[in-house]
DNA sequence: CGCCAGTTTGATTTGTGTCAATAAGCGTGG
DNA sequence: CCACGCTTATTGACACAAATCAAACTGGCG
């Protein structure tokens, strides 16, 4: 297990085990970056009564289902989840990769079927929250509105980020900006930023970058080779953050 | 103008000229596609007082600016807009295209601050939704509610089609998409879905498809000497539409 | 221990980019 | 209305990054 705690906060106190579904939104370690950030005590009490705690998937699991009727949309607890479509030729494409703290499924919502299928990178234990329910609640809680509206919102905006990416940037620009994506967001969890396991597969990388595998392994061989990685399969140590910032060429 | 009407749907009616901008969402023909769709009478009213009919754009003029602070969504009367962001190299995206009946500026939610820019690619009449004013009244009203997180999902799903799109289609395949999906639009506006006019430049297709001006040229071309189009600059003509759908090698 | 999926590395091909030159539109002003 | 100049579009020749094809290696799991 790759989730050694590199920093702890000062104001986060890590309560509960990562695959525990009896805990609360109250008490999840997560609840500063997760939907509980945008509500007060009271509020959060609601919220937690429609939350549903679902018991651990397993790798490989299918958490929803292209074009199934969409009922919740899902907050990642622990683990790694992997959104994708399947194109008409049966190939997929790989969308997202969320962890924990994130929230996904929002795109069933325009035609309330999954535009999209979700499936466990590895064990993971997930929060389905019924969107009919949220809604509802979020008519009375201008503040949990507002949050969603931002969620979606901020979605739009990654999506345009691989957008860009996927126009405009090399094999190893893209590299390095994924790579550079899973350090900050394991920050913001408080884990190593330079020091971590990857979840997902080069397969699903290579799908993820519009790249075939063989290129992913041949950039990552090449920033190994430069210094700037250690690649042991699928532990990455960033030795030389700046150079990969430097090589994503990318604002933001 | 381009702007020959190739069926009227019995259920429409044309009132108001394309770029009056005293007309109101009540009497806009777009009003079945557009935000009042979701609405009725007595909701409409209220939606009327916070929409902003500001003077038509002048081609290539800016609508709102990327960084800059976030006040409206906007929705498109007549006339066309690219939006766009800015890599940290200063090359352009165009991360979509918004034609009339269309809302853009969604993605200006999140961080409070335009994501994107965004700029009139012909002449265009255009209306501004305060984002606050309509919050506060979606709280009120659930359809509004339930329409707004649908048109951000949508948002979503299409960038993720466009992402898809980048990652796995060959040249001809991106730009037979990019027509097949003008000419959805144009239909569902009661449009030609055959013959119609491209508002934007080659060096926007190529951009919004992540293929050289060139290699756009050149696949009009081999379109043309296959008989699947017609192509006079900038005005088109599908003359095989199965052989463009076929082309285009997408779902959806 | 042995198998199979996942990964790495090498040789070759190919689609699209780049560079370059010409042609066609389009707005401006005489 | 035409002439001019500038922007946009087309076409060709060549280069190159990444795909494809092929083969060997690795590691995890039954």
């Known amino acids: 297990m790759s989730m050694h705690l590199a920093k702890v906060s000062e104001d986060t106190i890590f309560r509960s085990c990562d695959h525990d579904y009896k805990v609360t939104c109250d008490t999840c370690r997560l609840n500063r970056i997760c939907i509980p950030l945008a ?12 939350v549903q705690h679902t018991k651990p998937m397993q790798k490989n699991e299918l958490l929803y289902r292209e074009n199934t009727p969409f009922q919740s949309i899902y907050a990642v607890r622990s683990g790694a989840i992997k959104a994708f479509r399947t194109t008409n030729d049966g190939r997929e494409q790989v969308t997202g990769f969320y962890f924990p703290g994130e929230i996904l499924g929002m795109d069933g919502i325009s035609e309330d079927r999954h535009a999209s299928s979700a499936r466990a990178l590895e064990t993971a ?30 979605e739009i905006t990654e999506d345009q980020l691989l957008i860009t990416l996927l126009s405009k940037n090399s094999a190893d620009e893209r590299v390095a900006t994924l790579l550079l994506s899973i350090s900050r967001r394991n920050a913001r969890r408080h884990l190593s930023a330079t020091h971590f396991r990857l979840p ?53």
Chains 1, 2 share one sequence.
């Not at 509500?39 to 429609?50: C, F, S, T, W, Y």
């Open 125 to 154: 234990a997930i929060c389905a929250i019924p969107f009919n329910a949220l809604e509802k609640l979020s008519s009375t809680m201008p503040n949990l509105q507002r949050h969603l509206f931002q969620l979606m919102s901020r």
């Open 39 to 50: 509500l007060n005590a009271k509020d959060l009490e609601q919220l937690e009564k429609i």
């Open 200 to 252: 997902m597969s080069r397969v699903d990388i290579g799908n993820y970058l519009g790249l075939t595998v063989e290129t992913i392994s041949r950039v990552f061989s090449r920033m190994q080779k430069a210094g700037t990685l250690r690649v042991d399969n699928k532990e990455i140590e960033i030795m030389d953050y700046e150079a990969l910032h430097h090589g994503a060429n990318l604002s933001n």
